[in-house]
């Protein structure tokens, strides 16, 4: 039987309009969003484009081999009391709804840039099915509708109605992505179809969660978090401050409420308390996110000093050297500090993506460059390794080794068509089209460049319109050409240019004081001061400021204007801290954004173990993997290759190495 106390602080605090609700705040920094960036880019473009032309389709057709769309369609035919085909939930998971929402976001983004009218058309059937299974008062669940007393798993209780078991149940988590889904469609196709469903959803739970809890059995906090960030888009959609008040509410209550699965879903401690990332990393990296939305939007302080807290542990004690997260298979979850485990580790894509997500909003509240040089670590490495070159197969976890023989991936030790448990690929078709939202910023008078992306794009800023334009062959080369293209307005401007952490012979990680006081996770072995860049305006050498890790070039900008950054691109050997027992006596190898590897196929002899200091060379290699760098590697007589870590496992099973014995 379920037991739940009714907490006085749930009582006296669900009123809408209490003040301690009442917006004060914003981000000081906005994203440049998608529509205004037109991406021409070598890298980023054809995997944009391999997303949209194969993995959408195949994707969708997963669903429908699988019974996902089928869901909508019986829980539907069960509301209007028609006798449905299938008369139980089709499928393995409580939140299989969650994988056609994800494809829905990813291709509406795609649609911006790929215009394509029949993609359109069918996004809009599938939404169609989506609105006919929802229930008349906004609830949707498709599981929970169809046979409540069956849920599609045995590790969810049933015995309750909806609301039950929200721990396990996935029904917030469900409604999260869907509004993450329905904003996004929303914002691309500027339709209403989805949001509509994600409003009367949304607005349902604000009834239920928020005006009227005590009269349900529904206390417990969210179990799996999403809900908290996919409220607030919604919120910033409609100005609806309820929305903004719900996110808030079961942050705030996180940890208050019974029954409480503790620290695997971050519940053991009120969330401004925390500060040590813990539990299921995926759970936790979506729910520093939201806390970082509600740090900005209230102006909280606590909230902002918990994700400072949590951020500097992470990257200073949890985080892979290719940004993955979470060390430990058993619970998907974050390990003890410094447990890092090579062959083993977790580092589920999906948490690479939520270290993404959350990294951009720090970067938003700060200004810091730093969160975008780990952003960045993360996107070049353990969120792209996750999908094949082909585009359909993928990893769940993402090893830094593998000996060919143990079985990391559901059962498999190289890349898997498919998972009952999708939710790997579904975040990558989610994700891979929104990446152009991530290159530009702005704030009152600057404009930031965070990524270094071929694109043209129309910016607004303070005082009229910039033109701007990037022409680079970026990660193989480190020249980037940026050129004004257009200035309407007084063209007074702050442009500020992130300078990578690589660039300054340092690997970023936790807050720039803890970096000071000695404290690091990596740090790159070989101490190559002649490692530095150099920035010039319309051919002149400038040396300036740079502050929070940005180049500050402020000037009286006119069409035509050219700046240049010339990053430097040597092969770069990296130490973990001693702590990291996994790693202690090895080398991992970098060049620019990107980590390295060694396979098995490209190295049938073995990987070194040596005592010599290695000789690298830089080549590259059009028609291997897509194209790409590879450095030889020459140690103790002998030669070897790496690869870009993202690309392994493209060639069959085999060994491979990350880190490397001295
Ligand atoms: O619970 C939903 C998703 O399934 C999680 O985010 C993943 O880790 C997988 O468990
Ligand atoms: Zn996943």
């Known amino acids: 039987m379920l037991k739940f106390t009714l907490p006085a602080l749930f009582l006296?605090?669900?009123?809408?309009?209490?003040?301690?609700?009442?917006?004060?705040?914003?981000?000081?920094?906005?994203?440049?969003?998608?529509?205004?960036?037109?991406?021409?880019?070598?890298?980023?473009?054809?995997?944009?484009?391999?997303?949209?032309?194969?993995?959408?389709?195949y994707?969708?057709?997963?669903?429908?081999?699988?019974?996902?769309?089928?869901?909508?369609?019986?829980?539907?035919?069960?509301?209007?009391?028609?006798?449905?085909?299938?008369?139980?939930?089709?499928g393995k998971m409580p939140f299989d709804d969650t994988d056609v929402y994800k494809i829905i976001e990813g291709a509406a983004y795609s649609l911006?840039?790929?215009?394509?009218?029949?993609?359109?058309?069918?996004?809009?059937?599938?939404?169609?099915?989506?609105?006919y299974g929802q229930e008349p008062d906004g609830y949707l669940t498709t599981w929970r509708t169809i046979d409540p007393k069956n849920p599609p798993c045995n590790w969810v209780r049933h015995g309750g109605g909806r609301w039950f078991d929200l721990g396990s149940s996935h029904e917030l988590y469900n409604a999260g992505h869907m509004y993450e889904a329905a904003a996004a469609h929303y914002q691309a196709t500027g339709k209403r179809n989805f949001l509509d469903i994600a409003l009367k959803n949304a607005d349902l739970l604000v009834n239920?969660?928020?005006?009227?809890?005590?009269?349900?059995?529904?206390?417990?906090?969210?179990?799996?978090?999403?809900?908290?960030?996919g409220l607030i888009k919604l919120y910033q959609i409609t100005g609806?401050?309820?929305?903004?008040?719900?996110?808030?509410?079961?942050?705030?209550?996180?940890?208050?409420?019974?029954?409480?699965?503790?620290?695997?879903?971050?519940?053991?401690?009120?969330?401004?308390?925390?500060?040590?990332?813990?539990?299921?990393?995926?759970?936790?990296?979506?729910?520093?996110?939201?806390?970082?939305?509600?740090?900005?939007?209230?102006?909280?302080?606590?909230?902002?000093?918990?994700?400072?807290?949590?951020?500097?542990?992470?990257?200073?004690?949890?985080?892979?050297?290719?940004?993955?997260?979470?060390?430990?298979?058993?619970?998907?979850?974050?390990?003890?500090?410094?447990?890092?485990?090579?062959?083993?580790?977790?580092?589920?894509?999906?948490?690479?993506?939520?270290?993404?997500?959350?990294?951009?909003?720090?970067?938003?509240?700060?200004?810091?460059?730093?969160?975008?040089?780990?952003?960045?670590?993360?996107?070049?490495?353990?969120?792209?390794?996750?999908?094949s070159l082909s585009g359909t197969e993928f990893f769940y976890p993402n090893p830094l080794e593998s000996d060919g023989v143990y079985k990391f991936n559901q059962g498999a030790c190289t890349r898997k068509s498919w998972f009952d448990c999708s939710c790997c690929p579904t975040n990558l078709i989610r994700f891979i089209p929104y990446i152009p939202n991530l290159i530009y910023a702005t704030d009152k008078s600057s404009l930031y460049i965070n990524l270094f992306v071929s694109n043209k794009a129309e910016i607004d800023v303070a005082d009229g319109k910039i033109g701007i334009s990037q022409q680079t062959n970026y990660p193989w080369?480190?020249?980037?050409?940026?050129?004004?293209?257009?200035?309407?307005?007084?063209?007074?401007?702050?442009?500020?240019?992130?300078?990578?952490d690589w660039?300054?012979?340092?690997?970023?990680?936790?807050?720039?004081?803890?970096?000071?006081?000695?404290?690091?996770?990596?740090?790159?072995?070989?101490?190559?001061?002649?490692?530095?860049?150099?920035?010039?305006?319309n051919g002149k050498k400038v040396s300036g400021l740079v502050k929070n890790g940005y180049f500050v070039l402020t000037r009286t900008w006119k069409k035509g204007d050219k700046v240049t950054l010339d990053l430097p691109m040597q092969v770069r050997t990296v130490e973990a801290n001693p702590a990291v027992k996994d790693?202690?006596?090895?080398?991992?190898?970098?060049?620019?954004?990107?980590?390295?590897?060694?396979?098995?196929?490209?190295?049938?002899?073995?990987?070194?173990?040596?005592?010599?200091?290695?000789?690298?060379?830089?080549?590259?290699?059009?028609?291997?993997?897509?194209?790409?760098?590879?450095?030889?590697?020459?140690?103790?007589?002998?030669?070897?290759?790496?690869i870009p870590y993202y690309a392994w496992s493209n060639r069959g099973v085999g060994k491979m190495k990350v880190w490397y014995e001295e």
């Not at 969003?33 to 391999?50: C, G, N």
């Not at 307005?489 to 240019?497: F, H, N, V």
Request: net charge neutral; glycine share 8%; hydrophobic share 35%.
């Open 12 to 57: 006296c605090t669900c009123t809408v309009a209490s003040s301690a609700y009442a917006q004060t705040g914003s981000y000081p920094i906005k994203a440049v969003d998608l529509r205004h960036v037109e991406l021409t880019d070598h890298f980023w473009l054809p995997k944009i484009e391999t997303i949209q032309n194969k993995t959408i389709a």
């Open 477 to 500: 080369n480190g020249k980037i050409d940026i050129a004004l293209t257009e200035v309407t307005g007084a063209g007074k401007l702050s442009l500020k240019i992130r300078i990578p």
């Open 583 to 642: 790693d202690a006596g090895k080398y991992a190898v970098e060049r620019g954004p990107l980590v390295y590897c060694m396979e098995e196929v490209d190295n049938p002899k073995g990987f070194p173990a040596h005592t010599a200091t290695p000789a690298f060379s830089v080549k590259w290699q059009p028609k291997l993997l897509n194209g790409i760098n590879v450095i030889q590697e020459k140690t103790g007589g002998k030669n070897y290759r790496l």
């Open 240 to 387: 609806k401050k309820e929305y903004l008040q719900l996110s808030k509410h079961f942050l705030d209550n996180r940890s208050k409420l019974q029954p409480n699965n503790g620290a695997y879903n971050q519940n053991h401690r009120p969330v401004t308390e925390q500060d040590e990332v813990v539990g299921h990393a995926v759970r936790a990296v979506y729910l520093y996110a939201g806390m970082t939305d509600i740090a900005a939007l209230y102006n909280d302080d606590a909230y902002r000093s918990a994700v400072n807290k949590l951020w500097d542990n992470m990257t200073l004690k949890k985080m892979y050297i290719t940004g993955g997260l979470g060390a430990r298979h058993d619970g998907e979850a974050f390990g003890d500090n410094y447990e890092l485990p090579n062959l083993t580790a977790y580092a589920e894509t999906c948490s690479a993506i939520g270290g993404v997500y959350w990294a951009d909003r720090m970067f938003r509240l700060t200004g810091r460059a730093d969160y975008f040089d780990t952003l960045e670590r993360m996107l070049y490495n353990g969120v792209i390794s996750g999908i």
């Open 503 to 537: 660039a300054e012979n340092r690997i970023a990680g936790g807050d720039l004081m803890s970096q000071a006081s000695g404290a690091y996770l990596y740090r790159f072995a070989d101490d190559d001061a002649s490692n530095s860049y150099t920035i010039s305006v």
């Open 208 to 229: 239920v969660f928020m005006l009227h809890p005590q009269g349900n059995l529904h206390l417990e906090s969210p179990g799996h978090e999403i809900i908290e960030t």
């Open 112 to 131: 911006v840039n790929a215009p394509n009218p029949k993609l359109d058309a069918y996004l809009d059937s599938v939404i169609a099915l989506i609105a």
């Open 59 to 90: 994707a969708f057709r997963k669903c429908e081999e699988e019974g996902r769309m089928e869901n909508f369609v019986t829980a539907g035919d069960i509301i209007r009391g028609k006798t449905p085909r299938t008369p139980h939930v089709r």
